[in-house]
């Protein structure tokens, strides 16, 4: 699984003409996404409390994730009552649910734990995104929706698209490409982020309005277990995220030599059996906070679990330009 995932990122993030099968694929998937959205826009409902949407064009891997976490926590500097309100994906709960601290990854999703662990607000885990709103509104008088883009049922004062700084790969959609939308749709967004972990990044243009621009450095590394160990120089960096790169290229540009590597499919639930695997290196393991969520309550209490933190940096103004759409959306 890991090898054909690794395959099909190689053709999205490549130039190359996408194999024939995929770009055969691409019109039905293009025609099923379009006749969704569609539904979607005919029953818009306006939640009680104004709604941010952070959402992406492409698959997977545009950070918003990080994003929504630091948004959330310079609104709430700025006087707001934010809450976050994502779909709980890869757990087992569909109901609407306030996430608690250190809950149970299998249940509410990883995505979602790892909000309720890091966020400095209220975090809502719900399939039904529109129910999760009224849950909101009874806790706070700022709605944050973690992707949101696509989902068109809920109305939203600012609609935020993250781009990441790769752009739009070889500009197919699914399956030929990374594109969930044509390039066209970011007409619908407010603000257009692009997001990297590289401070030099080459960015592209994807469009010809502003491009804001938001980082998700390397921190260092904490070993959530409280083992006493010292920080390793060297790991083996294993993570279940939908661009694995980008998690192995900030441990390297932290001078951590990567001894090896171990990927699975996003969301993917750890078993007792992959811990065990783990552990038997005998070598420093590092993960994301998405996988740590996950692994920690099977994570051998006198071994350290090594979490790479984050640091984010904004673009001047950005902050500001959101907080204007949320005040005068109709500008």
Same mark, same amino acid.
């Given at each position: 699984?890991?090898?054909?995932?690794?395959?099909?990122?190689?053709?999205?993030?490549?130039?190359?003409?996408?194999?024939?099968?995929?770009?055969?694929?691409?019109?039905?998937?293009?025609?099923?996404?379009?006749?969704?959205?569609?539904?979607?826009?005919?029953?818009?409902?306006?939640?009680?409390?104004?709604?941010?949407?952070?959402?992406?064009?492409?698959?997977?891997?545009?950070?918003?994730?990080?994003?929504?976490?630091?948004?959330?926590?310079?609104?709430?500097?700025?006087?707001?009552?934010?809450?976050?309100?994502?779909?709980?994906?890869?757990?087992?709960?569909?109901?609407?649910?306030?996430?608690?601290?250190?809950?149970? @990854?299998?249940?509410? &999703?990883?995505?979602?734990?790892?909000? +309720?662990?890091?966020?400095?607000? %209220? /975090?809502? !885990?719900? =399939?039904?995104?529109?129910?999760?709103?009224?849950?909101?509104?009874?806790?706070?008088?700022?709605?944050?929706?973690?992707?949101?883009?696509?989902?068109?049922?809920?109305?939203?004062?600012?609609?935020?698209?993250?781009?990441? @700084?790769?752009?739009? &790969?070889?500009?197919?959609?699914?399956? +030929?490409?990374?594109?969930?939308? %044509? /390039?066209? !749709?970011? =007409?619908?967004?407010?603000?257009?982020?692009?997001?990297?972990?590289?401070?030099?990044?080459?960015?592209?243009?994807?469009?010809?309005?502003?491009?804001?621009?938001?980082?998700?450095?390397?921190?260092?590394?904490?070993?959530?277990?409280?083992?006493?160990?010292?920080?390793?120089?060297?790991?083996?960096?294993?993570?279940?995220?939908?661009?694995?790169?980008?998690?192995?290229?900030?441990?390297?540009?932290?001078?951590?030599?990567?001894?090896?590597?171990?990927?699975?499919?996003?969301?993917?639930?750890?078993?007792?059996?992959?811990?065990?695997?783990?552990?038997?290196?005998?070598?420093?393991?590092?993960?994301?906070?998405?996988?740590?969520?996950?692994?920690?309550?099977?994570?051998?209490?006198?071994?350290?679990?090594?979490?790479?933190?984050?640091?984010?940096?904004?673009?001047?103004?950005?902050?500001?330009?959101?907080?204007?759409?949320?005040?005068?959306?109709?500008?």
């Amino acid at each position: 699984m890991a090898n054909i995932h690794a395959w099909v990122e190689r053709i999205w993030w490549s130039q190359a003409r996408p194999p024939l099968l995929l770009r055969l694929l691409e019109p039905a998937y293009a025609a099923i996404s379009r006749r969704h959205l569609s539904k979607r826009s005919r029953a818009v409902i306006k939640p009680s409390i104004p709604m941010i949407s952070i959402g992406n064009i492409t698959a997977g891997g545009s950070g918003k994730t990080p994003f929504a976490l630091w948004l959330a926590t310079e609104l709430k500097a700025h006087g707001y009552q934010p809450v976050i309100l994502c779909r709980g994906d890869g757990g087992k709960s569909g109901k609407a649910a306030l996430v608690e601290a250190r809950a149970d @990854a299998n249940s509410v &999703g990883d995505e979602a734990c790892m909000l +309720a662990d890091l966020a400095p607000c %209220p /975090v809502i !885990a719900a =399939q039904d995104r529109v129910a999760g709103s009224q849950l909101a509104a009874g806790i706070g008088n700022l709605l944050i929706l973690d992707d949101g883009f696509q989902y068109r049922q809920l109305d939203r004062c600012c609609d935020i698209v993250l781009v990441p @700084a790769e752009g739009i &790969g070889n500009g197919h959609q699914i399956p +030929a490409g990374p594109l969930r939308e %044509p /390039v066209a !749709a970011l =007409q619908r967004a407010d603000i257009v982020v692009r997001t990297s972990n590289r401070p030099q990044a080459r960015i592209d243009p994807v469009w010809s309005h502003k491009e804001w621009r938001w980082q998700a450095k390397a921190g260092e590394l904490i070993d959530i277990r409280n083992t006493g160990a010292p920080a390793p120089a060297q790991v083996c960096a294993a993570t279940a995220i939908a661009r694995p790169q980008r998690f192995f290229d900030d441990l390297a540009s932290t001078g951590i030599a990567l001894l090896s590597t171990q990927t699975w499919p996003d969301h993917y639930r750890f078993t007792k059996q992959d811990t065990a695997a783990l552990l038997a290196l005998n070598t420093p393991v590092a993960v994301t906070a998405k996988d740590a969520v996950k692994l920690v309550r099977l994570w051998a209490a006198d071994r350290p679990l090594w979490v790479l933190q984050q640091r984010a940096e904004a673009e001047e103004g950005l902050l500001n330009a959101i907080i204007r759409q949320i005040q005068h959306p109709e500008q």
